[in-house]
């Protein structure tokens, strides 16, 4: 039996720790100091870190970490990531023993080239791929890759737990709302996130089936979307199209 427990890091991010009452693995540590307190506090023990991809409020307390444990390091290896002992690659799989986990192992680019997730039964780690209620900005890559990205997570069972590497879903739901206003279940959303939020509670993790009914970058094939973007002056109502049209629309939002 393990718990995931959100560790508040940096200014808006997560980190994600796997853990039961002896060790932790934890994902995308940004910055060590938090991690540290956290295993500390609870007496735990650190077994390994996972890394979704190499910017730095995501691999910038690895170093750290690993002076006190010396832990492998799973992820993509790419040259601006000195941290990766164990490469990971599309198809991959990794098993987590403390855990009885085995995730499988998907590449997802489009925010950069070397996001991978980390996805077993019930559980999605995303890093910044995919956001509530919203997706990562396109740093490297394509629109094309993106929105291909969004298409294989948004696969996964409803039930799937989306585990996401920032509190940026009150802000997405500002902008989903202005694409979509007619959404009663982006309504509901805005309205169990001020809640979670006035309480100092994660909006997250949502789930595959909430990121369907309420995420614009999911929907770019919904009629009022569509409706919204020709106000502003799309012309092009592929669902490529109308992807890229939400992407730079939000760049500006």
């Given amino acids: ?73 799973y992820g993509r290896r790419h040259p601006n990531n000195p941290h990766i002992t164990n490469d990971l690659r599309e198809g991959d799989q990794l098993k987590l023993d403390p855990f009885g986990i085995t995730f499988d192992i998907i590449e997802v ?33 394509t629109k094309a890759q993106l929105h291909q990205s969004l298409q294989r997570l948004a696969l996964l069972p409803d039930d799937t737990r989306v585990y996401c590497a920032h509190e940026y879903t009150a802000a997405n739901l500002r902008f989903a ?24 509670q994660p909006s997250l993790p949502s789930t595959i089936a909430l990121e369907k009914a309420t995420n614009p970058f999911l929907r770019s094939t919904q ?15 592929t669902e490529l199209g109308v992807f890229t049209a939400l992407r730079e629309w939000k760049n500006r939002f």
């Fill in 1 to 73: 039996m393990f718990n995931i427990t959100a560790i508040p890091a940096l200014q808006d991010n997560y980190i994600w720790a796997i853990h039961d009452d002896r060790h932790a693995v934890v994902v995308d540590p940004g910055d060590a100091t938090p991690v540290l307190a956290f295993l500390d506090t609870h007496d735990l023990q650190l077994k390994a870190i996972l890394c979704t991809h190499r910017h730095n409020d995501h691999i910038g307390g690895i170093a750290k970490l690993r002076e006190v444990y010396n832990v492998p390091v």
């Fill in 109 to 141: 680019p489009g925010h950069l080239d070397d996001h991978i997730a980390f996805i077993t039964s019930g559980i999605l780690f995303c890093g910044d791929v995919l956001f509530g209620a919203g997706c990562g900005r396109n740093f490297e890559g």
């Fill in 177 to 200: 709302l202005a694409c979509e206003p007619g959404n009663t279940a982006m309504q509901q959303r805005v309205a169990t996130t001020q809640q979670l939020r006035a309480a100092s």
């Fill in 223 to 237: 009629p009022e979307i569509i409706r919204s973007l020709q106000q502003r002056g799309l012309t092009d109502t």
